[in-house]
């Protein structure tokens, strides 16, 4: 064997004891308890007004719910030491979280349960949605209208449906995002690194905008005035509702677009994948 290849299982070696150094402390400062997260269920009525809502927590579901009653309320299921709060200041909705955990918690991942927000609004009117979260899936139910929705995850899914707004902005790291049956009046930008990417029913009056890495793009009975997707690792296909001029390209992968040069702007790039768009609704 090699100097080298020693010393390389000399250090994983150690790096490994030490891992179980730090893992057998956090087991000892939790009683040897695997199971010690206990989770509950917060309510918090909210009877100010509001327009906007503001979301930003790091490890939670968050879902939208029309509220039957009439009245706000927001449901917290969380555990004991991350504590989840709602309170309306200058006409918005805040939702925020503070994590209360020591050390040894984040060494012992053994949190079989999963936090969730859920939001029971009484309007179907809001001038703007944030979200601003690391890890969750979101979800927006059908009937609700915003002037501004704008998304920022690290990780987790994100679907949306039977929303109008006038303006939808979608940036995560990892995790799929779905919109289906989504009007926008202006823009509709999406951002992902890892991740699929599904239109169903969408369209929008301005631009739509696609740039990621990994996943793939489908595009189902949806428009809008220009049309770009730029990514690396995917196929792009689907079909379109009216015509437009396309551009094209893949490294490695096939390409067939209707050969047309009216309407607005399609423009698909893609390193490795099939690019496969068709006119017309299905």
């Not at 087991?27 to 206990?38: G, H, M, S």
């Not at 200041?89 to 020591?102: A, F, P, Q, Y």
């Not at 990514?231 to 009216?242: A, I, K, M, R, S």
Request: aromatic share 8%.
């Amino acid at each position: 064997m090699s100097k080298a290849a020693k010393v390389w299982l000399i250090t994983a070696g150690v790096l490994t004891v030490l891992g179980g150094g730090v893992f057998t402390g956090a087991l000892a400062a939790n009683r040897w308890d695997l199971n010690t997260v206990d989770f509950k269920t917060q309510t918090y009525e909210v009877s100010a007004d509001f327009k906007k809502i503001k979301i930003d927590v790091k490890a939670s579901d968050i879902v939208f719910a029309k509220s039957n009653d009439k009245k706000c309320r927001v449901e917290f299921y969380e555990s004991e030491n991350i504590k989840h709060a709602a309170k309306v200041e200058d006409g918005s909705l805040n939702i925020t979280e503070e994590d209360k955990r020591k050390w040894y918690d984040y060494f012992v991942p053994f949190m079989f349960k999963k936090a969730k927000t859920t939001i029971y609004l009484p309007s179907n009117e809001y001038a703007a949605l944030t979200v601003d979260a690391k890890t969750g899936n979101t979800d927006i139910p059908e009937g609700f209208t915003f002037n501004e929705i704008d998304i920022d995850k690290t990780t987790g899914k994100t679907y949306i449906s039977g929303v109008k707004a006038d303006r939808l902005c979608i940036d995560t790291t990892t995790g799929d995002i779905s919109l289906d049956s989504v009007k926008v009046k202006g823009d509709i930008d999406i951002s992902v690194t890892t991740g699929d990417v599904s239109f169903k029913d969408v369209t929008a009056d301005g631009d739509l905008s696609v740039k990621g890495v990994t996943g793939d793009v489908l595009f189902e009975n949806s428009d809008a005035k220009n049309v770009t997707v730029k990514t690396t690792t995917g196929d792009v296909e689907g079909n379109l509702l009216t015509d437009k001029a396309f551009t094209a390209d893949t490294t490695t992968g096939k390409v067939r677009v209707p050969d047309s040069s009216a309407g607005g702007r399609c423009e698909i790039s893609t390193t490795t994948g099939d690019i496969t768009i068709d006119i017309g609704k299905k």
